[in-house]
């Protein structure tokens, strides 16, 4: 019959400007998808300069090196006589487009911009790019000069339109606009387009994998078709992982799929389909039929060439998958160490440095580089030769061959125990059994000496000495001990991460690890410039809750029993002196809330978008069964006061993988001030407000519980003595009046909060809420005693 096409989707790890290395990868994907027998090849958005150039797309130079790279890659003998596209960057009439470039043997065929920008959550697309308004409209477009020498074209079709070979139609999407309301692959498949194609540029977060899946197979399932899905993979030189996924969906079914976590640069994605398939799907969606029917056509831009073979017969199509998804434990084993492994390979450095303390977060930060060494060694033993010549790169060894993740994790990682006089017998034996059974070089050194040379210098100068809380010290004073002791660290880190190669007769140095998790950092629960400043922090997405769930995996996938013990120890910081040898300091009694609280907190605050009152009205309904409405209060209130006073911290936090999506992080996640009103006086007095409403809705509603004798008997006496009221039979009868002011809500006899209606019995506090008088703006919320309560924080940053 003739109708087979086989087609590819590529998953390309572009790094951003990298113009040498994202054409090689590219002509790679061409290479293996002709190998695979696809006639037609797409990849990611941006590919050409990478996706995350950000403002070097204000450059022209970035705009002169992608047409270099298209000219290299179009003239490549290997680009012949196969349909290719390539996501790359177009200025037309002195307006930047993020464009899909399509040709065929050495001729450009159309240039498609994209016509939906993304600006939520990590995107900024409109900072560089403007959106393509002119719906199913052409323009020419002048090529440049290099272009037009090479090709002998002066002008190409550059707008909304498809492409038509003599035997199919191909339209195309990018990235938003798969995700959009009205998304273009609808009005392309009801004016006969059969081979819709997104490339794409989509990053990880925990629990989201399935969103993308079900946007591919929805997309053809709805009005019948093929779907290509293109995506980038892995770390371009920002806080997120592209969360590769390339999938090829076929009339509501996925029937192939890259990898969602891989060390591999290219993946080629191939799946054979018959355009029989999509006509005959298509004929049976009847209501589909009357609006195609109807629906305006797009310009088609004819090309000679036929993407199925007459010879066909014997070629058999892909059937569905089942897509199976990990769970979010494997989502933090693999997307940190993936970005890792890129970030390490790109740096030019020779390992990782870690503060292993024995404590949840740094031996999850160890956990994640155990992890990135098991997927190197297995990417060797799969031969993957990209890998293994990073690897000897970086250790600067041309002969070495890592036969386990062990022995790669001691050329790679070195932890130290940084002890105190603080520090617990039980948390150093912890993190010195953790080193050995992941492999790591261990250090173990004893910071006292320094921590007392620099207090010595403050005596010198100031004549005082601070001390303890439990030595009789005030707050400021345990403040600065134990904050003094946390920056040492810092320093005696970076201190170590420079010299150690040299000390191993290795060139180069070690990057930092954090271990600062997303909830303490939301919260601001670290000392500035301590071991929370790092180069990079592979949990700094990951919130605590997340993070002992991923240990209990590990401990089971990995063979690594002392996590058992890591898991279940109470979170310390270990700063203040220990009691008779046991701990005197948790992290959730600092903190005045647990982890799972702050967790939620994060969640209301980020993703549900609410302010102080806002989460606790949610709150109250939410935890109704674990607090009382006047403790929910009091935690809400104690979150933003510490949220105010901390989140200066955020303007110096450590670069992370993005993986949680109520991440705080202040460099383009979480656009907020650093400086606020930490009292919150307005938004506090609603929450005031709110409770007093609740508290007296109670109250009266133990009152309503009566007998209904006695209720008829005080019906009967305020009757009486109020003839008017008794006269208007269709009214409520309301007893008592307010004063006047904001709020004027009521409580029925039956308990319920809210306006009387007819045929209730309302009984209304005459107390309410008064306006004081202000000298600035006549009048003021802000009344009763101070709402700041006492904040117990070890920051030092007084409120």
């Not at 591999?264 to 195609?292: H, K, N, P, Q």
């Not at 629960?525 to 700094?540: L, R």
């Not at 993703?607 to 006047?630: D, H, I, T």
């Not at 007093?692 to 003595?721: A, F, G, N, P, V």
Request: include cysteine; aromatic fraction near 8%.
């Amino acid at each position: 019959m003739g109708r087979k096409v086989t087609v590819a989707a590529c998953t390309l790890n572009q790094w951003a400007l990298d113009f040498e290395g994202n054409m090689a990868r590219i002509m790679q994907s061409i290479l293996e998808a002709r190998e695979m027998g696809a006639v037609y090849r797409t990849g990611p958005e941006l590919e050409v300069p990478g996706y995350s150039c950000e403002d070097h797309f204000f450059e022209s130079d970035t705009f002169l090196h992608c047409w270099e790279v298209l000219l290299e890659i179009m003239m490549s003998p290997i680009s012949q006589n196969m349909l290719i596209d390539v996501g790359m960057p177009v200025q037309h009439y002195n307006v930047a487009y993020n464009c899909r470039v399509i040709f065929y043997n050495k001729k450009i065929v159309l240039i498609r911009p994209k016509m939906m920008m993304c600006d939520d959550g990590n995107y900024r697309e409109t900072r560089w790019f403007s959106a393509w308004t002119k719906v199913r409209h052409v323009d020419e477009f002048y090529l440049p000069r290099i272009i037009s020498n090479a090709t002998g074209q002066q002008t190409v079709p550059f707008g909304d339109a498809v492409v038509s070979t003599k035997d199919t139609c191909i339209g195309f999407e990018i990235c938003e606009e798969l995700w959009n309301p009205r998304s273009t692959h609808i009005d392309l498949s009801l004016a006969g387009v059969e081979i819709m194609v997104n490339g794409s540029g989509s990053y990880i977060q925990l629990r989201k994998a399935y969103i993308t899946t079900d946007l591919i197979k929805n997309a053809s399932y709805k009005a019948g078709g093929a779907y290509l899905f293109s995506n980038l993979r892995g770390c371009d030189g920002q806080r997120v992982w592209w969360g590769g996924n390339s999938a090829i969906a076929l009339n509501g079914d996925i029937i192939a799929r890259s990898k969602q976590f891989s060390l591999s640069d290219v993946e080629v994605t191939v799946a054979t389909f018959d355009l029989e398939d999509i006509r005959s799907y298509r004929m049976a969606l009847r209501s589909r039929c009357t609006l195609g029917a109807s629906a305006p056509l797009y310009p088609r831009i004819n090309i000679e060439c036929e993407l199925s073979s007459r010879g066909d017969i014997f070629i058999s199509a892909n059937s569905p998958i089942q897509w199976h998804y990990h769970t979010p434990e494997e989502e933090i084993a693999l997307a940190p160490a993936c970005w890792l492994w890129d970030y390490l390979r790109r740096s030019g450095q020779g390992g990782f440095f870690l503060p292993l303390s024995g404590g949840v977060d740094s031996s999850s930060s160890a956990c994640i580089i155990h992890s990135m060494c098991r997927m190197v060694v297995d990417a060797i033993q799969h031969g993957e030769a990209q890998v293994l010549h990073d690897v000897r790169k970086i250790l600067a060894d041309p002969d070495f061959t890592p036969h386990n993740p062990a022995q790669l994790c001691n050329r790679l990682l070195v932890t130290c125990f940084m002890g105190s006089e603080n520090s617990s017998k039980e948390t150093r034996r912890r993190a010195s059994m953790l080193a050995n059974q992941l492999g790591s070089y261990h250090l173990e050194i004893n910071i006292d000496s320094v921590v007392t040379s620099m207090l010595s210098i403050f005596n010198a100068v100031t004549g005082l000495s601070p001390k303890f809380r439990t030595q009789g010290g005030c707050p400021r004073q345990n403040l600065a001990l134990q904050n003094i002791q946390a920056r040492v660290r810092m320093v005696m880190s970076y201190l170590f991460a420079q010299l150690m190669l040299w000390v191993r007769n290795r060139p180069g140095g070690l990057l930092v690890l954090g271990s600062a998790n997303v909830d303490e950092s939301l919260r601001g629960y670290m000392t500035k410039y301590d071991c929370s400043s790092a180069d990079v922090n592979p949990i700094g997405g990951i919130s605590k809750t997340d993070l002992r769930k991923f240990l209990h995996y590990a401990m089971e996938k990995f063979s690594i029993p002392i996590l058992a013990e890591i898991i279940s120890a109470p979170p310390t910081a270990e700063l203040e002196p220990l009691q008779d040898g046991q701990l005197a300091q948790t992290d959730e009694q600092d903190m005045g809330m647990t982890y799972s609280e702050l967790s939620e907190f994060g969640r209301l605050r980020k993703q549900a978008a609410c302010g102080p009152y806002s989460m606790f009205c949610k709150l109250v309904a939410s935890w109704r069964n674990e607090c009382a409405p006047k403790e929910v209060s009091d935690k809400v209130k104690h979150f933003f006061r510490c949220y105010a006073i901390n989140r200066h911290k955020m303007t110096v936090l450590t670069p992370s993988v993005h993986m949680e999506n109520y991440s705080p992080d202040d460099n383009r996640f979480d656009h907020r001030p650093f400086l606020y009103r930490a009292n919150w006086s307005w938004q506090f007095k609603a929450i005031d407000d709110e409770l007093d409403r609740i508290t007296r809705s109670s109250t009266m509603s133990t009152k309503s519980e009566k007998s209904d004798h006695e209720l008829s008997d005080i019906l009967k006496k305020q009757t009486e003595s109020h003839a008017k009221v008794e006269k208007q039979q269709s009214s409520p009868v309301i007893f008592g009046a307010h004063d006047g002011g904001p709020s004027h809500d009521v409580i029925t006899t039956n308990g319920i909060s809210g306006a009387c209606s007819s045929g209730n019995i309302c009984i209304a506090d005459s107390k309410q809420p008064t306006l004081k008088k202000s000298h600035s703006t006549g009048y003021n919320k802000v009344q009763g005693g101070n709402v700041m309560g006492r904040i117990k924080d070890r920051t030092g940053v007084p409120v």
